[in-house]
């Protein structure tokens, strides 16, 4: 089992910048790739960014350039440093882990397949 708990989300202004933080309670997270995901009111869950057991990390296209996914392991904590954020980022952001050692992109862009979600955390950008 995983447990997984973020925090960092807010409201900011268009341009803004948020760090969002996601701890991972089990030691041996090293082996799951790890993401972020967001569903925004009346939309399908969408991959974020995702990064796997070898360290590659994945965006989907429209947060290229802007976002940013990172893990300190001396914390077990997973990342995602957001910049130049605009009214359309606006969503509940989620981690989650996939124990299945699935490539970056597989993760991303099979949200469904994923079996360890936290509970998410607001952003809010206002234009």
């Known amino acids: 089992q995983v447990h997984l708990v973020e925090s960092g989300g807010g409201s900011v202004q268009s341009g803004g910048s948020l760090r969002l933080s996601c701890v991972v309670s089990r030691s041996t997270y090293n082996s799951y790739s790890l993401g972020w995901f967001r569903q925004a009111p009346g939309k399908e869950r969408e991959g974020v960014a995702t990064?796997?057991?070898?360290?590659?990390?994945t965006y989907v296209e429209h947060v290229k350039g802007r976002f940013t996914i990172s893990i300190d392991h001396a914390k077990n904590t997973l990342y995602l440093q957001m910049n130049s954020l605009k009214p359309e980022d606006t969503a509940m952001y989620y981690c989650?882990?996939?124990?299945?050692?699935?490539?970056?992109?597989?993760?991303?862009?099979?949200?469904?397949?994923?079996?360890?979600w936290g509970q998410g955390t607001q952003v809010t950008v206002s234009s």
């Open positions: 989650a882990a996939d124990s299945n050692r699935r490539p970056a992109y597989f993760v991303l862009h099979n949200p469904p397949s994923v079996d360890y």
């Open positions: 990064i796997d057991t070898v360290g590659y990390s």
